[in-house]
């Protein structure tokens, strides 16, 4: 295999993010000297509209202006008018996504609310292979609102769909598997599930932000997604949930907290949900979250999501012939082809969580998954080409120094 | 009626601060100038703590280490390490408390939770004026869980348990009456509830961290509450959730996200809860609102529940003996008895709406509530004795002037 110097590659990355469209946009984020950032998909960078941003909510929005704030700086508002810009990345127009609660609480209420949808049919139908969460959610509302819980890879989705038929309620999927990386055609498997007259439901978490999502575009029911990942909202930022239009007038979400009645102040003591979205909302949101999350998104300003797109492709596929130019020769778990890839690329190695420690070392943070994934993510607003060439460089050096340690150990044994 | 100057009371008022034993504690609190701020039942102020703890949360622990602090700042262990830091308000030996999701969330893992602890009991019993989320909850609740909902006020409960006898699953009921401020005993009504070999809930909301909850002692079962009224967590900030250590190990609560799975990171395709209070876990809880509601627990560092509710009581019978030595005579939702009031005393007045309005143009900051209740809450951390007189003179001038500008248009009525 020919190999070419890194220097020579990085010199190539570093011409590609001279002119890359996004290349402004990783001056928006605070990113620790001497770091390589390949977890955005796990925990996003901080933007840098976000500390101000906080300060003003916790000092003078709280400290100052005590509950007034709720009315004059319509803290009320905030899970629907955070929801509506999360739903410019998504693809929804406005009134259809809310921010509100955690992934899994809205997967329950998604799931619940498809089957109310959907009633008379029995079966939901799931990935094997989802984020454990998706799973045990799915089992959770399954449990509750009497439905069976099936199982079909994305890959076998369409022929599970059509011998479901009559009995299917809802098929629910991740746009983008958090393992191997690999996308699924999520116009598709909803094309599918409406085909025999079940409701789609979809899991953005790892792909909002990175790409181009297309939920009213691709007729999706229902969606839910993280705050933390691609979003940049923070630890632990408030999640969301897309309802499409056309279900909002009938979508009964099982939590009926307070804030998603009509008239939440009249105190009146039967539920009746509220128009539109609101209606998902259930408690009182978290504000520092849910309005640092609000902060963040400011990153995306002027950013549409074929940029996004093309600038993670080029990230990923800059990743990918690096490796090969220095002749790493891992297992990629993520697939080659663009249209299947994700934002990530994932490496199988049989020592993977020792790989991840070593990178680490060498200040490249990406994540260790069960069983043999590295798992890197390449976030289009802030990583860069050299970070690419970078990581890769570390890959190489890394997987030589385990192979040196390991002639080394066996040598050794071998005078002993 | 003899009335005594509103200087006179304000000398007496001073004295008692001067000599009160949490005098100290106000200290730890940001105050705007010129407010008298009693809305802490509805909001809590902001302790001095938060605003350099959150900054540091957002600036070094997620802007510089990222996904780092998870494991070296210990985020994965912030939920039941605040749980127990709230749980000594409540009397809550550690272990049995976490803080995760919103109020309502933790009312649909609490009662489901007991009705699957009592299986084979059919009814959920619960009060007609309790806050609208609970009803609401209690509905949404008992709907999936197949429970049916009876309703008796807290007065009423004793007669209404024994008449259930053993179709009663749980008993769900808040400590103090969100509108009259009313107590009711937590201990009787538990006991009452297991009399018949039912469970009781409890709804701390507007009693955690202005008296003495003790839930242990009390052998309550199940309890949840809010973390941003008198804990001063925040706005929105996440809630808590007790379930008693006895019942912990069969506790089957229906949100079963991966954060309470007994190995989160192992990516097991069936749920298996983990030990103890952590199976209340659901999903990524929001940090910044989590670790500011950690940081403002500080300010009970050293306080005694006894302690609070002395202050508590003391702030309180001091606005209703100014009211009466002022001569303001309005009617009184909230038990003249100590035994019987709660942190808070509400009057009603036919335009309570208009009286809150006036009050707050006097710097005097309180709420309305449905349909005739002025509603004032005395958080015994920060509120003194001389802003309980100033509100009530306050109060008077605001009906004095209500009264003139009533006579005025009657007598402008009578010259047209």
């Known amino acids: 295999m020919t190999t070419t110097s890194a220097e020579d590659l990085l010199g190539l990355a570093a011409e590609l993010d001279a002119h890359a469209p996004l290349a402004g946009t990783r001056d928006r984020f605070v990113l620790p000297e001497g770091i390589v950032y390949l977890d955005g998909n796990s925990l996003g960078a901080l933007p840098k509209a976000v500390p101000p941003a906080v300060a003003d909510v916790v000092e003078h929005q709280w400290g100052q202006r005590l509950i007034r704030s709720w009315n004059e700086v319509d803290w009320w508002g905030a899970q629907t008018r955070v929801g509506d810009a999360v739903g410019r990345l998504v693809g929804a127009a406005p009134g259809q996504v809310v921010v509100t609660d955690s992934t899994s609480v809205n997967l329950f209420k998604?799931?619940?609310?498809?089957?109310?949808?959907?009633?008379?049919?029995?079966?939901?139908?799931t990935d094997p292979?989802?984020?454990?969460?998706?799973?045990?959610m799915a089992q959770a509302a399954a449990r509750m609102a009497g439905l069976e819980v099936r199982l079909a890879t994305p890959a076998e989705s369409a022929g599970a769909i059509r011998a479901l038929g009559p009995s299917l309620a809802v098929a629910a999927y991740s746009q983008v598997d958090y393992r191997t990386g690999e996308k699924w055609d999520l116009a598709a498997l909803t094309e599918a599930a409406h085909g025999v007259g079940a409701l789609a439901c979809w899991d953005l978490c790892h792909s909002a932000g990175a790409m181009v999502v297309d939920l009213d575009a691709s007729g999706a029911d229902l969606a839910v997604g993280c705050g933390y990942k691609y979003l940049n909202g923070g630890p632990g930022a408030p999640a969301y949930l897309y309802v499409a239009a056309?279900?909002?007038?009938?979508?009964?979400?099982?939590?009926?907290?307070?804030?998603?009645?009509?008239?939440?102040?009249?105190?009146?003591?039967?539920?009746?949900?509220?128009?539109?979205?609101?209606?998902?909302?259930?408690?009182?949101?978290?504000?520092?979250?849910?309005?640092?999350?609000e902060a963040a998104l400011t990153a995306y300003d002027g950013v549409t999501a074929e940029q996004l797109r093309a600038q993670?492709?080029?990230?990923?596929?800059?990743?990918?012939?690096?490796?090969?130019?220095l002749g790493v020769d891992l297992p990629p778990a993520t697939p080659r082809q663009e249209e299947r890839r994700g934002s990530q690329v994932s490496l199988r190695h049989p020592e993977a969580f020792a790989v991840v420690q070593a990178l680490i070392a060498r200040g490249v943070i990406g994540d260790f998954?069960?069983?043999?994934?590295?798992?890197l993510g390449f976030a289009p607003l802030y990583v860069t080409h050299v970070d690419a060439v970078t990581a890769a460089t570390a890959l190489r050096d890394v997987l030589a120094g385990r192979k040196h340690e390991r002639d080394e150990f066996r040598s050794r044994g071998a005078v002993t």
């Open 129 to 136: 292979d989802s984020f454990p969460t998706d799973l045990f």
């Open 369 to 375: 998954r069960e069983p043999d994934i590295v798992r």
């Open 246 to 293: 056309r279900h909002l007038g009938d979508f009964d979400q099982p939590l009926t907290g307070w804030q998603g009645h009509a008239r939440p102040f009249a105190m009146e003591t039967t539920y009746e949900p509220a128009p539109g979205i609101t209606r998902a909302r259930v408690g009182t949101p978290p504000l520092l979250s849910l309005l640092g999350l």
């Open 312 to 325: 993670s492709l080029s990230l990923t596929g800059t990743f990918l012939e690096a490796l090969g130019a």
């Open 110 to 125: 998604a799931i619940v609310g498809a089957a109310r949808l959907r009633p008379g049919r029995s079966v939901l139908l």
